[in-house]
């Protein structure tokens, strides 16, 4: 995981927001892996998505990708702690269920809120790539 500043990611971009209306502020919805994985690679998230976009972004986490990370014990309560900085998606789950399930329910078939999903799993990844609209960062 490196942190790439190519005008590619701009050009990228302007195509979603041009044909899907994803537009600045991006509201980035991280995922516990992505969190876990910067944190091995002493990268700040917060500071280096505004950098990485070109443009303001709001990084977003749902309370069932923090229960995940608590209930990793001391290998998710560094990305825990830096989750619970972020914004909150309210995800309506009572009984919590796994982060990707709820990433994938708050992404949904079209994409109405214009989230851009930001995780290392590769199952995930796959499955967001079919909802069109859905830009996703790895």
Known sequence: MRVKRNKTFRRILRFYRIEFGVKD???VLVDG?????????KIQVREQL???????ATPMVTGCVLHELRSLGAR??????IAKG????????????SAADCVRQQI???NERKLIV???????GRQLRQVPGGPLIR
């Open 25 to 27: 502020p991006y509201k």
């Open 33 to 41: 892996t992505f969190l876990t994985q910067a944190l091995q690679q």
């Open 50 to 56: 505004p950098k990485m976009l070109g443009a303001r």
């Open 76 to 81: 998710g309560s560094g990305a825990a702690h």
């Open 86 to 97: 972020y914004y909150r998606v309210k995800c309506g789950h009572t009984n919590f269920i």
């Open 108 to 110: 949904g078939d079209e």
């Open 118 to 124: 930001a995780t290392q799993d590769a199952e995930l």
